[in-house]
């Protein structure tokens, strides 16, 4: 018979160990801490294959569940020796979701379950605690309304706020326990009221609709929106936990918090968190009440009036990190942990890999080598290559005067300067027309996540260094400021007040989420420096790694700032990006326009010196890396002349009459120019322009070879070859200009001529082209294109409609489609490698720095991924993970 349901607690558990995939995360936590002999409150898990067969059938549960639960309820039962439903002894669970990947705030918590009105007097009885017992019960009511029962959280908290402002109470441990019962008869009659039926009084109807919450809960939109955002496939399923209740709730000598075991910002090592007395569940994230430090450092450094737990409670405190050195010695990692103390012992409800910032992630797996606890590849391992972003991107500059309007906690590093927007609907919209723009909220809630996603940064009123938008900014690598109380915002006027001065949405700030500090207009950023621990963890990724790392450029800024990214050649040299400069254009429409080729000849020769110094300047920078240099590729259509200017400014130039140079331009004028006459068509038609680019590239070799000793590596590439002829024909002229050159200069210019894979067919003919080709370099961008028969540039208006079909799981052009552009990959390194041994291969497209499509290069065998300057330090990092990986 198949298992369902898996218990643990009581220094044990069923199942193998970590097995996440069915227990899902947090319950194969907890079974871990069990069996670690931690303390944990017992309970059982329904496994994530409940989940799957519940969708697979019709939404409804495999038959041997309800038997499973049932037995698993009884042993519970036996453990904690007290009852489900008995209003003598009654035993209370929280019911909990917990996914393979963690998906924080997707799925709700319902604490208190087995509650009613029998049961809530005999928690009373039990505890001797009146008032806690109602406490509870008023919170059950609740959660599992909003939850379960679809009745908003505000309906309750209206009631509560109405009763507390009638009596003058500020906080809700004013409320006494007589009060407490006419709110709970509020509460009841308003569920009544909305649903037309009572609030659920028997505890396995509970029970049942709150596991039948969470599992349906897998497929709401704040779920379906975060896997797509993480990549985490739908049919991995959630599991549900069903756990023994402990209460933080129990008056002074009770509390719950929220830790890590390291600074999750920075990854220094000291604990870290904050906690509550008196408190239950999610008060510490909600920021209903302002938490309270964990450790007296924090307390110190934060100017907190309230005492830290480690001088409230330091008994429990020492217990608890133990708790910690042991989970981190265990994981070999930093982990972020929930708990909860009753009466003054100790419980551990959660532990999980903590979500980290990447200077963090970088500091911690560096220190875990130092302390033994990892090896150097597994701290290459640890680091996300993507999160490396967020170390690449500016902060403030020092000398910047700062106009400081409004201080929260420094949630997030970081900085970042946007236009202010108050809603995640708006972020959203303001970003896709290309602004940048910083999210302002009272606070948080998983339906912002869009919106945070969209902004540069986020700024909240409420909240602490633990609260939703604090965990959500770090883990997406947003800066953010979290509790900035003194930001007072009107939503309706669209503005904010902060210290006097009022902010205006679409008004630009700047936030600086290391600091915390919120600043009028948009301040002065600096590079990062790429130093210490970054510096080593990169020692160690290009240890590992078998692929070169080279990028796309042609300005020589981004070459010098590739080059300091450890860039080892240039993937990609667009010419083209250099014929349209300003002072260029003419030349270059004087070229297209001229009527025959010594009209053409003419205008190259003008354009030949500009090109020579281009490539000069680059080889300077990247000395004897090799360079590959692409020969013109777009269209001509998109050098024609649009205006009457433009064709006038042609005309004085050449001395040609107007009206013939608008023919001319009509005439070239194309239909369809990304499959018109672009790439070596034009070598083929004007066999003139590459001559001169290859001039250019040659001489270039020469003149920099005088100058610095370097052996400049010229590799010229030759795009958009369909027929192994084209490149036949354009390779000979080419290795004649060399040739002439060589005889010129006096040097011997060290160059590879070979092409871009880009059409379906090249791939597919590789054998053919590669007799002619030194190399191939993929252009995945375009493959893209023409595989699909897909235009990037104007697929974006219905892209959105294939992922949400889920015809496309991932944008084909931000991830390679590793099925059909990556099988003609696949073709063409076999075909073209068997032509000739040893045929270097490489991708240049947006791909080249996308890790899993790095990945899936290393599997392909090619040589070396190509990406743009800022991606190349994420592309090391992923090319030596991929490396790892397939070693392993
Ligand atoms: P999330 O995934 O949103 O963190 P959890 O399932 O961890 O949700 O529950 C949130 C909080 O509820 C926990 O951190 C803990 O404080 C409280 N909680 C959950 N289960 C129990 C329990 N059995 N006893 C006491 N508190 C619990
Ligand atoms: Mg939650
Ligand atoms: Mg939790």
Known sequence: ??????????????????????????????AEMARLGLPVPPG?????????????????????????????????????????????NPLLVSVRSGARASMPGMMDTVLNLGLNDETAEGLAELSGDRRFALDSYRRFITMYSDVVLGVSHSTFEEILERFKEDRDYTLDTEIAAAEWEEIIAEYKAAVRKALGEPFPTDPRDQLWGAIGAVFSSWMNDRAITYRRMYDIPESWGTAVNVQAMVFGNMGETSATGVAFTRDPSTGEKGYYGEFLINAQ????????????????????????????????????????????????????????????????????????AGKRTARAALKIAVDMVADGLIGEEEAVLRVEPSALDQLLHPTIDESYERDVIAKGLPASPGAAAGKVVFDADEAEHMAKLGEKVILVRVETSPEDIHGMHAAQAIVTARGGMTSHAAVVARGMGRPCVSGAGEIKIDVAARTFTARGRKVHEGDMITVDGATGEVLAGEAKMIKPELTGDFASLMVWADRARRMKVRTNAETPLDVQTAKEFGAEGIGLCRTEHMFFDADRIAAVREMILAEDQSGRIKALSKILPMQRDDFAEIFRIMEDRPCTIRLLDPPLHEFLPHTDEDVKAVAEATGLPAAGLMERAKSLAETNPMLGHRGCRLGITYPEIYEMQARAIFEAQAIVEKETGFKPVAEVMIPLVAVAKELEILKV????????????????????????????????????????AEFFSFGTNDLTQTTFGLSRDDAGKFLGDYLEAQIFEKDPFVSLDQEGVGDLIKIAVERGRGARENLKLGICG?????????????EAGLDYVSCSPYRVPIARLAAAQAALKKSA
């Open 846 to 858: 947006e791909h080249g720095g996308d890790p899993a499509s790095i990945r899936f290069c290393e």
């Open 281 to 352: 569940g999610e008060d510490v994230v909600a920021g209903i009440r302002t938490p309270q430090c964990l450790t007296k450092v924090m307390r110190e450094k934060m100017g907190d009036p309230q005492p830290s737990m480690e001088e409230a409670m330091p008994q429990v405190y020492a217990q608890l990190i133990d708790v910690f050195d042991r989970l981190e010695r265990h994981y070999r990692d930093m982990q972020d942990i929930e708990f909860t103390v009753e009466r003054g012992t100790l419980w551990m409800l959660q532990t999980r």
């Open 733 to 772: 002229r080419i290795e004649a200009i060399a040739r002439k050159v060589e005889k010129e200069t006096g040097t011997a210019p060290v160059y590879l001529i070979g092409t871009m894979i880009e059409l379906p067919r090249a791939a597919l003919r590789a054998a053919d082209i590669a007799a002619h």
């Open 44 to 88: 059982f898990t329904l496994t994530t294959e409940v989940c799957t067969a519940f969708y697979r059938n019709n939404r409804e549960y495999p038959a041997e569940l309800e038997s499973q639960v049932e037995a698993a309820l009884a042993d519970l039962e036996k453990k904690v020796g007290k009852r489900f439903g008995d209003p003598e």
């Open 1 to 30: 018979m198949a298992k369902w349901v898996y218990a643990f607690g009581g220094g044990s558990a069923e199942g193998e160990k970590g097995d996440k995939n069915l227990l899902g995360g947090k319950g194969a936590n907890l």
